[in-house]
């Protein structure tokens, strides 16, 4: 990130820093991002309000304030906890693997929600449903995603957290209810054996 972008980045969290107490209390989101060399390939320029309604417009969908806040800490990255315990069986037994978290971008990031491998890529590429906005990859490399399930919700709506299966006939497992919940979810593996 440049000094410039490293700037407005800055003056974003200040100046949204006060919405942060809504969402992610007691949360520790100094942790929550690797500093891993590829997380930056996930990462798009800093998120501000011009960006999040052009995304919005151009997806069709509102984005979770939550997911917002999120990306105001950084947009778009890996995780240092990637798993999600379900109640269900998926293709990764008891969990799932994230690999990464899409930002807010229209850049040609691969890894933005409008970017190259964007959310309309996964429905007019791989054939995914188009009921929501796809925001994570696993390490299968398409072959099953995380998505905003706005099904249940309207596209104005706060929406569930599904798991979308391309190898099971696209089957969709609900396994949050809402994006801070997934987000808290999130564990190593390890505490999902133990």
Known sequence: MNQKNQNLYLVVLVEDN???????????LGNFWSDDEYAKHYQSPPVTNELIKAVENKLGFKLPDSYIELMKTSNGGIPNKRYFPTKEETTW????????????????????????????????????????????DTPSAGHDLI??????????????????DQERNYKITTIAQDFETFLRGLTDEIEIIL
Do not use: T
């Not at 007019?124 to 009921?131: A, H, I, L, Q």
């Open 18 to 28: 006060f919405n942060m107490k809504k969402y992610f209390k007691n949360f520790d």
């Open 93 to 136: 037994g008891d969990k799932i693997q994230i690999e990464g978290i899409f930002g807010i971008g229209v850049d040609g990031s691969s890894y933005s929600l409008c970017g190259d491998n964007s959310n309309q890529f996964w429905i007019d590429e791989w054939g995914y449903p188009n009921f929501g906005v796809y925001i994570c």
């Open 147 to 164: 998505m905003l399930d706005y099904r249940k919700c309207g596209r104005e709506g706060e929406p569930e957290v599904a798991h979308i």
